[in-house]
């Protein structure tokens, strides 16, 4: 059984366009992030959720809006799509007082054409 | 500002032994973790160091220095599986969830 799982994999869209990106997790962790890997594969957090509360939000721009439903979920909204969005947005959930010990998700490739 | 520095790449052969460096400057300190990640894959957590000192977990090791802002990842018996690219990451204070992520250093291991 997948730990982490987001979907889709693979996001190709136009500029302008509004998107989703899902998020689950099954491991009954506390704690889900959003992280945002670069094409130079620099990984920066975007945000964080404990037990549903925003705990994080990294100066992203607004265009971006995360909703956690309940614990094991946390979904990424992306509104009017730049260029400059494409990259590889990975999920990620902790446990507790273990914040340095990520499980990640498989990541979806994000391309704005 | 927060950095970590690490060298951007790395090449050994099967069976060497090598070293990954990790320097990093933050507002604070609450431990070093090491991550690995395959191309096309998501980041898997390897090991974690709070205090300083060697950490070993199987052909893995991880050691810190404080005082140095310093640490790193040492890999040995190489094998082809290990080629990947290597983030350490710091979490700057206990209350933070956030991580901050080094540059990254893409291990090649060739036969």
């Known amino acids: 059984d997948t730990a982490v799982s987001q979907t889709p994999k693979y996001l190709v869209t136009q500029m302008g366009n509004d998107k989703s990106i899902k998020c689950e997790q099954n491991l009954g962790h506390d704690t889900m992030y959003w992280y945002k890997q670069d094409s130079k594969k620099f990984l920066k957090i975007m945000f964080s959720y404990n037990n549903k509360e925003l705990i994080i939000n990294e100066t992203v721009p607004n265009r971006f809006s995360p909703k956690s439903p309940d614990k094991a979920h946390l979904n990424l909204h992306i509104n009017s799509l730049e260029l400059g969005d494409s990259a590889v947005y990975f999920c990620a959930s902790s446990q507790g007082l273990s914040k340095e010990k990520l499980f990640f998700g498989s990541g979806t490739q994000l391309s704005v054409l | 500002g927060q950095s970590l520095e690490q060298p951007s790449e790395v090449t050994a052969v099967e069976g060497a032994i090598v070293q990954i460096n990790c320097t990093y400057q933050?507002?604070?300190?609450?431990?070093l973790s090491w991550y690995q990640q395959h191309d096309g894959g998501a980041p898997t957590f390897l090991s974690y160091?709070?205090?300083?000192g060697l950490e070993e977990t199987g052909r893995f090791s991880s050691f810190l220095s404080r005082s140095d802002s310093y640490g790193y990842l040492l890999l040995q018996e190489l094998q082809m599986k290990d080629s990947a690219s290597y983030f350490c990451?710091?979490?700057?204070?206990?209350?933070?969830?956030?991580?901050?992520f080094g540059t990254g250093t893409r291990l090649q291991v060739f036969p």
């Open positions: 990451a710091v979490r700057s204070s206990y209350n933070t969830d956030k991580l901050i």
């Open positions: 160091n709070a205090l300083d």
């Open positions: 933050t507002s604070g300190f609450y431990g």
